[in-house]
């Protein structure tokens, strides 16, 4: 499985990030996709997840300001977005996209997020 991120950049705090993540390779039996960050000095943790189903699971730092969003066939998920809206200073990061197939986690290289203050 190969996961490619795009959408990452410098914005003011108080503005909108829409994130990508893209798929490829062998995507059969992927169950759940997530977004997870890493701040500087600070450990991964995760952002947003979306299962198959459309059920979907957020960090309680950014419920009501961000949403995940997915792209499914009946046995993959092809897609995934993050659209971020009323970004913090403390959303600053690197942006990683996740993704659970038969019980393996797979990553990309991430996308890096700097909001200003």
């Known amino acids: 499985v190969q996961l490619v991120e795009s959408g990452g950049g410098l914005v003011q705090a108080g503005g909108s990030l829409r994130l990508s993540c893209a798929t490829s390779?062998?995507?059969?039996?992927?169950?759940?996709m997530g977004w997870y960050r890493q701040a500087p000095g600070k450990q991964r943790e995760l952002v947003a997840s979306?299962?198959?189903?459309?059920?979907?699971?957020?960090?309680d730092s950014v419920k009501g300001r961000f949403t995940i969003s997915s792209l499914s066939r009946p046995n993959a998920i092809n897609a995934v977005w993050l659209q971020m809206k009323s970004l913090k200073p403390e959303d600053t990061g690197v942006y990683y996209c996740?993704?659970?197939?038969?019980?393996?986690?797979?990553w990309g290289k991430g996308t890096e997020v700097t909001v200003s203050s």
């Open positions: 996740s993704a659970d197939r038969m019980e393996m986690m797979y």
């Open positions: 390779g062998s995507i059969f039996g992927i169950n759940k």
């Open positions: 979306i299962a198959r189903s459309g059920s979907s699971n957020y960090a």
